[in-house]
């Protein structure tokens, strides 16, 4: 975790310090090693949040685009069920940025739970996923829309393959909002996108990308 209570204030781990977990209210500890990215963990060891991953250097890149109060919000269902959006605006839109593969349940969990959220995925996990993006996509036109067919054995664009917004953030070779994807054909389209602005426009709240869905939806009978 980035963040814990100090004296009821969200605050970023220091040595020696110790908090409270800002989803279940358990004691948190400092972790601020030289060789790992400071965080906060609970004392027992074990997470409060099912869906929790170690976080590194991307995933923190992430959260940093966002004002510090729309980073790591906890977030609570009718049932009581309680889980920790990595990014939730004013709005109630959830980004959810993931590293690691997840199962496709999860994924249905997550959407099912948030409801209004769109995914930010790593696509550098897998260092081939962006050459062979790179090399089976259109250039890109001047409305910043390329087409693309993928190749190689990579899961990438099937994993993804959902009705809720779906961006990959390929590194070096752009970001991408996936716009659509056939898993049989493995061809799609996708539109490049500036990292700061999605940023600054998700937290403005003035819309949840939901207009033109996810890759499955065009797609979808």
């Known amino acids: 975790m980035k963040f814990a209570n100090i004296d009821g204030q969200k605050s970023e781990p220091k040595p020696g310090a110790i ?3 800002r989803n279940c209210g358990a004691e948190a500890i400092s972790k601020c090693g030289n060789h790992v990215i400071w965080h906060w963990a609970h004392k027992s ?3 409060c949040d099912k869906w929790w991953e170690s976080e590194g250097e991307w995933h923190r890149a992430w959260k940093a685009r966002f004002p510090t109060d729309l980073q790591e919000v906890s977030r609570t269902s009718a049932s009581g069920e309680k889980h920790i959006a990595d990014i939730c ?3 109630g839109l959830v980004v959810e940025l993931q590293h ?3 199962h496709p ?9 948030y409801q209004t959220m769109v995914w930010v ?3 550098c996990a897998n260092e081939f996923d962006p050459m062979n993006f790179k090399m089976g996509r259109t250039p890109v036109g001047p409305d910043s829309l390329i087409g693309f067919k993928h190749f190689g054995r990579s899961k990438l664009f099937a994993r993804w ?4 917004p779906v961006f990959i953030d390929f590194g070096d070779e752009g970001f991408w909002r ?3 994807y056939d898993p049989m054909t493995k061809e799609g389209s996708a539109g490049l996108v500036n990292r700061d602005g999605f940023a600054q426009l998700a937290a403005s709240g003035r819309t949840d990308f939901s207009e033109a869905g996810g890759p499955a939806t065009a797609t979808q009978p």
């Open 45 to 47: 060891r074990r997470h």
């Open 161 to 164: 393959h959902t009705k809720k």
């Open 89 to 91: 605006t004013s709005a």
């Open 100 to 102: 690691s593969t997840i």
């Open 178 to 180: 996936i716009l659509r």
């Open 19 to 21: 908090g409270a977990c």
């Open 105 to 113: 349940a999860e994924v249905a969990e997550r959407e099912a739970f």
């Open 121 to 123: 995925i790593d696509g």
